[in-house]
């Protein structure tokens, strides 16, 4: 257990103030937006749509099974590293390493996702509906694949040589998603708190650097780390404000620099959810032992 210093501190308020905000732009402005046409969306959207949306549902759960489909590669994050000398053979040593330094590695490539998510979206209002529905399975996976560098960049891995280890990461990643995706404060807040019980409940068996921390859980019932309900509700969430960008006369406005923005909410939300984990990792966390009884 290490004790914070005056800055580590103030990030933890930071974020603690963060997380009382209203959710990103993105999300407030579009859903604000979307309110007063969902019933002209919900009479428009074409039926081949409607099937898309379970279609992209089955999509993103099949290829959450293969993390090597997220092209993260490992190395880069740990080459990026060197340019802040810090001197991490693996990726769990960065959670010894100074999050000051950490912090400029993890925006270095939330402003590549960016990039990326913008440049996959081109085209998209022209193309209309289908083009929604092949731009959406992308989006999601570059997403979900800025959270896990994020992750890597604070010392947080999946590993092949523990399953379960690998299933807590995954479900951890998907929860940060949800949470970028609320369109209020109350929403922000449900999800927040639904990630801290998923934390505390989940069943893994946890060990942080300084060996501070262990949390197991002991449950017949645990839920599946590829939760179908959970990425169901991301997909609502998300295709409710880009469909609503597709209703004749403001689909410009809503299809200009949406993936842009979206991926700023996207990799906000993750870069201050890590560095929180991060930080109570660092100061230790207490132990927590929770099993199920019959």
């Known amino acids: 257990m290490a004790k914070l210093n005056a800055s580590e501190i103030k990030i933890l308020n930071d974020i603690a103030a963060w997380k009382g905000q209203a959710p990103g732009f993105l999300s407030?402005?579009?859903?604000f937006i979307s309110r007063p046409i969902n019933w002209a969306t919900s009479t428009l959207i074409p039926d081949f749509v409607k099937q898309g949306m379970g279609g992209i549902v089955e999509v993103i759960a099949e290829k959450l099974q293969d993390a090597s489909l997220w092209t993260v590669n490992k190395e880069e994050v740990l080459r990026s590293t060197k340019e802040f000398d810090i001197?991490?053979?693996t990726i769990v040593e960065l959670q010894k390493a100074s999050i000051h330094d950490l912090d400029h590695i993890s925006e270095k490539f939330i402003s590549e996702n960016r990039r990326y998510a913008t440049l996959s979206g081109v085209g998209t209002g022209m193309v209309g509906w289908p083009g929604l529905i092949?731009?959406?399975?992308?989006?999601?996976?570059?997403?979900?694949?800025t959270i896990y560098q994020i992750g890597l960049c604070y010392g947080y891995e999946m590993s092949s040589e523990s399953p379960e280890k690998q299933e807590f990461e995954m479900e951890?990643?998907?929860?940060?998603?949800k949470t970028a995706t609320a369109s209020s404060v109350a929403e922000k807040q449900?999800?927040?708190a639904e990630l801290k019980d998923f934390e505390i409940s989940h069943q893994e068996v946890f060990q942080s650097v300084g060996g501070d921390f262990t949390s197991k859980q002991v449950s017949k019932n645990a839920a599946n780390f590829l939760s179908q309900r959970l990425?169901?509700?991301?997909?609502?969430?998300?295709?409710?404000?880009k469909a609503a960008g597709l209703v004749p006369g403001i689909g410009a406005i809503f299809n200009a620099g949406f993936n842009y923005v979206y991926?700023?909410?996207?990799?906000?939300?993750?870069?201050?959810?890590?560095?929180?984990?991060?930080?109570s990792d660092k100061k230790g966390r207490q132990k927590v032992i929770i099993v199920d009884i019959e």
């Open 28 to 31: 407030r402005a579009t859903d």
């Open 87 to 89: 001197d991490s053979e």
């Open 134 to 145: 092949a731009d959406l399975p992308t989006l999601f996976m570059i997403s979900i694949r």
């Open 172 to 177: 951890f990643v998907m929860r940060i998603f």
């Open 190 to 192: 449900k999800a927040l």
């Open 231 to 241: 990425i169901k509700e991301i997909v609502e969430q998300t295709i409710s404000k």
């Open 263 to 279: 991926l700023k909410d996207v990799g906000e939300t993750a870069f201050m959810l890590y560095r929180e984990r991060f930080l």
